[in-house]
């Protein structure tokens, strides 16, 4: 029920229920935290979720895990509190995942924080051993340009010229419907 809540943003109701559970002797497990989370996300409640996050282990005895992280990060990203979410991965229990980076990196992107952006795309790009992903080398060229810093676009893109970092090319669907009048 806490899942539906969430998908239509009734956060409060969200909470309530949980409130609802604990009144009738029932623990939230991880999978209801991540629903809790989700519903604050979507209905705007930043405080009611962090002091969540904050009661997760120490009240409730459920630690939190990478998609509560992620939650979390995302939480804080559309409120435009980056410089939370950003301390918050650097202080996680465990190395943070390339999805946590790509969330706040977007956030970084809708806010216009060009600094966050820059310093979180640099990052991205350095977390794995392997060969950075195009995508990642292009938010990261798509924020300089944002910023109108043409010269490091350009670096970007280049970079990816030189280590064979292709843009993966989008596609589109059409689908035709012919209304034969005969």
């Known amino acids: 029920m806490i899942t539906g809540l969430a998908i239509h943003g009734k956060g409060e109701q969200a909470l309530a229920l949980l409130y609802e559970m604990g009144a009738n002797g029932m623990k939230p497990n991880a ?49 435009g509190r980056l410089k939370e979410a950003y301390d918050l991965i650097i202080g996680m229990p465990v190395r943070p995942d390339a999805m ?26 350095q977390l794995d051993d392997s060969t950075p992903w195009s995508e990642d080398c292009v938010a990261l060229s798509n924020v300089y340009a944002s910023a109108e810093r043409w010269n490091e676009v350009e670096t970007v893109r280049k970079e990816m010229r030189v280590k064979g970092i292709l843009n993966q090319a989008g596609c589109s669907s059409v689908q035709t419907v012919n209304f034969d009048a005969s």
């Open 31 to 79: 999978a209801t935290f991540t629903s809790l989370f989700s519903a604050c996300c979507h209905a705007g409640l930043v405080q009611e979720g962090l002091g969540l996050f904050r009661n997760m282990s120490e009240e409730l005895g459920v630690m939190p895990n990478m998609q509560h992280y992620g939650c979390i990060v995302d939480l804080l990203g559309r409120a």
């Open 100 to 125: 946590l980076w790509r969330s706040l990196l977007g956030a970084s992107k809708i806010h216009g924080d060009e600094a966050m952006g820059e310093k979180v795309g640099k990052l991205l790009l």
